[in-house]
């Protein structure tokens, strides 16, 4: 595993998985470091999450997301993010060899990984304890622990972001994916990286007007486009051809 990254998102669940599909969409190095925890799986039924009137398992769409997150150029890696920590100017901190000198971050798990990252998205409910070694992070406590943040999961520590939950957005996953979006978009808007709309516009949309494809954006022919629509109803059929294989999960405290 490449332990150096752009960005490094700490959760799996709908928040940190929507940050890391724009992220890596846009060509950011991402990593999803999570030990599939997500509070989601809990879930018996999503019944109103955008796009199925009949509702969705909610671990289905986990899966779809990371799946998704994949597919964009993400990597993903089975552990919990034990501290995150700045580097020093020396690059001492979490460094070694060859370590990338941009950035900003030691993140360390508990599987002795140590991994670098120029930004780090903390997307994890209300577990806040690896954030401890960083000074600038105001924390909020309102029976949950939240980290203070803006609207768009900007925090006190430059190039660290708070999505979802951990945001003090509402208990949706709907909200909570789409605030997970819109921190991704903030990280590139901050970090200079050319982009305009993720965008995939039929052949000519831009260019017969007379105008470049902007970043973030592509042009397609029809073409390609029924092979791409093709390929998604062949996806679709197969993972919703069968329920789900994992039993319901319930409140550990109900568990024996």
Same mark, same amino acid.
């Given at each position: 595993m490449d332990p150096n990254r752009d960005v490094v998102v700490v959760g799996g669940g709908v928040?940190?998985?929507?940050?890391?599909v724009y992220t890596a969409r846009q060509g950011l190095d991402t990593l999803v470091v999570d030990p599939g925890g997500s509070i989601l799986r809990r879930n018996a039924r999503l019944e109103n999450f955008p796009g199925f009137p009949l509702g969705?398992?909610?671990r289905?769409?986990?899966d779809l997301l990371g799946e998704q997150a994949e597919a964009a150029g993400a990597d993903r890696l089975d552990a919990?993010?034990?501290?995150?920590?700045l580097v020093d100017p020396d690059g001492r901190e979490g460094g070694n060899d060859g370590s990338d000198d941009d950035a900003r971050f030691a993140v360390a798990t508990d599987g002795d990984d140590r991994i670098r990252a120029r930004h780090v998205v903390a997307a994890t409910k209300n577990e806040v304890g690896y954030l401890e070694a960083l000074d600038g992070v105001e924390l909020v406590d309102r029976g949950k622990t939240y980290v203070d943040a803006d609207e768009r999961g900007r925090t006190g520590?430059?190039?660290l972001y708070a999505a979802g939950r951990l945001a003090?957005? !509402?208990h949706q996953a709907a909200v909570c994916a789409g605030h997970g979006a819109e921190v991704a978009v903030?990280?590139?808007e901050d970090a200079d990286v050319p982009f305009y709309h993720d965008w995939v516009a039929p052949e000519g949309y831009f260019t017969d007007r007379d105008r470049e494809v902007p970043p973030g954006c592509e042009e397609i022919d029809a073409a390609e486009r029924r092979e791409r629509e093709a390929a998604a109803l062949d996806a679709t059929r197969e993972r919703f051809a069968?329920?789900?294989?994992? !039993?319901?999960?319930t409140h550990p405290s109900l568990e024996e």
């Open positions: 928040a940190g998985l929507s940050a890391a969705v398992d909610a289905r769409l986990l919990r993010v034990t501290r995150v920590s520590v430059d190039g003090r957005k !509402p903030t990280l590139l069968e329920p789900h294989p994992d !039993p319901q999960e």
